[in-house]
Each structure stands twice: as C-alpha cells, then as structure tokens.
C-alpha cells in the first residue's frame, strides 16, 4: 500500500527564519512528487513536481528537492504570506496519496 | 483560461438525504479526479475519469457514492442517503492524465446534520 508521511505536523517560524519541510513516501513505481499549498477554506495550489531522484526545483523563497525516499520542501527566509498547509502526494500511477501536511505559521 | 470550479461551495444536508456535487474541470483537460478532504488530513483518492469513462473507482467508500461524467466534461458526484460520516471537502482536480499535474478547484464543504 502507498504512504506518504510529512513531518513535522506543524512549524512556526520567524519570519526571516529558514527551515525545511520533510516527506518521506513509500509510493510504489513513484512517476511523480506533488507539492502543493492550501490555505484555509481554499483547495490545494499546485507548486511543484519532481520526476527523479537528484531532481530539483525552486519558486521564489521555496525549493522543492527529491531523494529515492524523501522529499524536502525548503524555505528561505520566510515571510507571513507563506502561511499555509503544504501538502506532498505521490503518484504511483495516476492517483495521488497524500501525506497530511505540514502546517506552517511565519511570525512576523 | 478559468480553473476547476465546484458548485456548490457549501451543502448543508440531513442523514438520509440524497446531494449532488459538481465539478466543472479545466478546458481541455481529459483527466478529472474526485478526493475527500477530512479535517486535519490530505485529500483521499476517490474516482478517476479519463474522458466519459471511470478508469478507476476504487476509492469510493461504498455503494452509496456514484460518479458520472456524460460528455467527457462536467462531472457530478452523487450520495445517497447521506451519513453523517460523510461530512467533508470534496475536492475536484482536472489534469492531461497519466502523471501529469493535477489542478484543485475550490471544493464542496458538504455537512450532514
């Protein structure tokens, strides 16, 4: 069975202050990482998709990075306005399992 | 060059009603996905579309939930006899298939009183 796990469940940050969201999936035959964004009341925003071990992509303060077991949401220099829930799914094929999310509050 | 919109955005409903969901997906887009979003969790995969036929319902819970995508566009989720277990965000995505990018509409915050 596939498995997504995020960790941690919630982060509160300075802004300013950097960090690094986790996802570590057992996803079987994985053709695809998702990140997404939701805010509260809002349905999920895409970010990001990596297809391979090694690969890597960025989006203004976020870096999305993939391994053959985890995958890291990294960001710089956080301001309030990243306030969300970032979600990880994987595909298998072409449905997504999901990990819970991880909660981000930016303290101004 | 709208996104995935759901109608309605909030469903009020008594145990035992029937309700209909809709989702219009992203012109174009042949894959359309149904997930269930619980509070405090991610989106579960219910049903996969790809044109008017449903590749994949594997995710639906039970025989009271049935999907429906006519002409290989709109898609509408039905429940009968609702429970109140039930209560979620239905969320609807649109993409080009296989492992392409799925795109989230809003959702249907549905609640069974």
Redesign the interface.
């Known amino acids: 069975e596939d498995q997504?796990t995020q960790s941690p469940e919630a982060l509160r940050l300075q802004e300013g202050e950097s960090s690094s969201l986790n996802c570590s999936y057992t996803v079987s035959g994985l053709?695809?990482l998702?990140w997404?964004r939701q805010d509260p009341g809002?349905?999920?925003?895409?970010l990001f998709?990596l297809?391979s071990a090694g690969e890597e992509k960025e989006k203004e303060r976020l870096k999305a990075t993939l391994t053959k077991k985890e995958s890291f949401l990294h960001i710089t220099a956080p301001k309030p306005e990243d306030s969300a829930t970032y979600?990880c799914?994987g595909?298998g094929?072409?449905?997504?399992?999901?990990?819970?999310?991880t909660k981000l509050s930016v303290i101004p | 060059g709208a996104g995935v919109s759901q109608t309605p955005s909030n469903k009020v409903t008594e145990k035992g009603k029937y309700v209909e969901l809709r989702c219009d997906p992203i012109s174009g887009h042949t894959a359309l996905y149904w997930y269930r979003q619980s509070l405090g969790q991610g989106p579960e995969f219910l049903i996969y579309f790809q044109g008017t036929g449903a590749a994949d319902d594997s995710g639906l819970p039970n025989d009271r939930f049935f999907a429906v995508r006519p002409e290989g566009s709109v898609s509408t989720l039905k429940i009968q006899r609702t429970e109140r277990g039930d209560s979620a965000v239905y969320l609807c995505a649109s993409g080009r298939g296989g492992q392409e990018t799925q795109y989230f509409g809003p959702g249907t915050r549905l609640l069974v009183l």
């Open positions: 997504v053709r695809g998702f997404y809002k349905g999920p925003e895409f998709t297809y979600l799914g595909a094929s072409y449905q997504l399992t999901f990990g819970k999310g």
